[in-house]
């Protein structure tokens, strides 16, 4: 049974231990759609969440015609949405995550989608130019060596051919989808590092077998009548905002994932930013959004307060790493108005976060979203437990953010909160 909270007076004094693991969050029933993985991303949450809220939603009686997740990422609900046949507005601040998301749920002509696969190919075997591999972007050159540069050059010239629009989208997912096989980076690793004994794969073949999971993968897609609107935007400022029945989202780490950073090789290669540090600002959970960041305790609200405390206590962590957890909290109050806003009356919107632990403090990002939501004027609020099975293999991270069996390393999320609030 989900733990209901209706009131910040019972949100403050509830106890997260006794929160109880639900079932119905565990497992999927069915496979996951092959699309959803034509494009890796960090911190993807499980497909069958998003199908199972929409049912459970249905089911509570609330007429699901519009849904959104304000943090798209690589587009997993809006997927599932256009799988259940409703509408979907999203966003997300990444480039790099609303293209996946716009490429993903496109509805393509199978045809017309060979035709300019044939002549991507054409013109890439018959690209004999010389690139200037010395006058690149320093950041390329780090990722990757002379040859795979010249490759990389080439495809990308051939996909640039194709007219702007939704295939030269699909076409930019694919090739974002190959760099990080074919650079010199880590693969599997939370920080970008070299790994120096790559196995480097070839650019052609790679994306020549990209474009065929694509294929089987849009085979297996249903027929869908959903209209689709994803959005570049930090939800944070964003003004005007849809009207939505049911919010599906899971929102960034408190303190691990730097998006801007990990999507560097795409930002680059399809020229989102010629620095992609640029790209940090207004991510909520960068630890660069708040370098010159002073916040107010009386900004935060309670239960962030004590855990913005109960850090300061602890001697191991550094004030900047304080302040930047206080900035994520901020946000994401801000992020609970927002959604408060988009929500019809009787709406629902659901989470999907975790608590973690920081140098041996408890940081309960639950407890803060709870209290944060009634605050922001939900009038119900459910919490309860789902088992990250299969997601990770381990649950703990070396300092490096590998994964490791080293039970003395740092433990990450292994089982996650479900927290649901009607409006
Ligand atoms: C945990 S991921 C979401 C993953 C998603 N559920 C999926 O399956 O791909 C969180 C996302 O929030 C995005 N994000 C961070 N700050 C944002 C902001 N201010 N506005 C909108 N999106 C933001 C990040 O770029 C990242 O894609």
């Excluded at 565990?26 to 069958?48: Q, R, V």
């Excluded at 979203?369 to 070396?398: A, C, M, T």
Aim: charged residues 25%; proline residues 3%.
């Amino acid at each position: 049974m989900p733990t209901i909270i209706h009131s910040l007076e019972e949100a403050l004094r509830y106890d997260i231990s006794q929160v109880q693991i639900e079932d119905y969050w565990n497992l999927g029933d069915e496979p996951e759609l092959k699309m959803h993985s034509i494009h890796a991303y960090p911190a993807k949450f499980p497909a069958f969440i998003a199908s199972k809220a929409i049912h459970l939603a249905i089911k509570d009686d609330i007429q699901v015609k519009t849904v959104s997740d304000i943090f798209c990422g690589c587009g997993t609900v809006a997927l599932e949405a256009k799988r259940n046949n409703v509408d979907f507005w999203g966003c997300d601040i990444n480039p790099v995550a609303t293209l996946i998301t716009k490429a993903k749920t496109f509805a393509y002509d199978s045809k017309k989608l060979e035709k300019f696969y044939r002549s991507v190919q054409d013109n890439y075997a018959n690209d004999v130019k010389v690139y200037k591999y010395d006058e690149a972007n320093n950041r390329i050159k780090y990722w990757f060596n002379y040859g795979q540069f010249q490759d990389l050059s080439k495809l990308k010239n051939a996909i640039l051919t194709i007219p702007q629009g939704k295939y030269r989208i699909c076409f930019e997912c694919l090739f974002s989808s190959i760099l990080k096989s074919t650079s010199r980076w880590l693969t599997k690793s939370i920080k970008p590092q070299v790994d120096p004994n790559k196995q480097i794969a070839n650019v052609w073949d790679l994306f020549e077998r990209q474009y065929k999971k694509l294929i089987k993968a849009l085979d297996e897609l249903p027929t869908s009548t959903s209209k689709i609107e994803i959005v570049t935007c930090s939800i944070l400022t964003k003004r005007s905002l849809p009207k939505i029945d049911l919010i599906i989202t899971s929102p960034p780490y408190v303190t691990s994932y730097e998006y801007a950073d990990l999507h560097q090789l795409s930002s680059l290669w399809l020229g989102f930013a010629e620095d992609y540090k640029a790209l940090r600002e207004g991510t909520v959970g960068s630890a660069y959004n708040s370098e010159s960041f002073r916040y107010d305790m009386l900004e935060l609200n309670r239960t962030a307060q004590d855990i913005i405390s109960a850090l300061k206590e602890n001697d191991k962590i550094a004030k900047a790493k304080i302040r930047s957890i206080a900035r994520y909290y901020i946000d994401m109050q801000k992020a609970s108005d927002q959604c408060y806003r988009m929500l019809n009356d009787g709406g629902m919107a659901l989470f999907v976060i975790g608590d973690t632990e920081y140098k041996g403090t408890q940081i309960h990002n639950s407890k803060q979203l709870v209290e944060s939501l009634i605050i922001s004027g939900f009038q119900e609020v459910s919490v309860s437990k789902r088992k990250i099975i299969n997601k990770i293999l381990s649950p703990y991270r070396d300092e490096n953010g590998k994964f490791t069996n080293n039970k003395n390393d740092r433990e990450i999320y292994h089982e996650e909160f479900v927290i649901i609030g009607r409006k």
